[in-house]
């Protein structure tokens, strides 16, 4: 599975940016799709996760801001980022996982090279 992000950039506080991932893969619709960032010197922090079903799960942290979509037509994951904050600065990966569905880094065996965002 190749995944290759798109979508990040440079943002004022309180802006919005939406974040898309495509995956090239005959059965995009069965995997969990994930959006997984990393602040310098930090670990990796799941922030929003889909399962094939469209259910979805959030970090606490970006609840309430962040809304994770699929398109299983197009092999496409978007994050909708709204009301960002400076502690939102990260590189954001796509991921993919093929069973378990979460926010853990560890569950997802698949990762694009991430698009950087950043909230100043």
């Known amino acids: 599975v190749q995944l290759v992000e798109s979508g990040g950039g440079s943002v004022q506080p309180g802006g919005s940016l939406r974040l898309s991932c495509k995956a090239s893969t005959y059965a995009y619709s069965m995997y969990c799709m994930g959006w997984i960032r990393q602040a310098p010197g930090k670990e990796r922090e799941g922030v929003a996760a889909?399962?094939?079903?469209?259910?979805?799960a959030y970090a606490d942290s970006v609840k309430g801001r962040f809304t994770i979509s699929r398109d299983n037509n197009k092999n496409t994951v978007s994050l909708q980022m709204e009301s960002l904050k400076s502690e939102d600065t990260a590189l954001y990966y796509c991921a993919a996982a093929r069973s378990y569905c979460g926010l853990s880094s560890a569950l997802y065996n698949f990762w694009g090279q991430g698009t950087q965002v950043t909230v100043s």
């Open positions: 889909i399962d094939s079903d469209g259910n979805t």
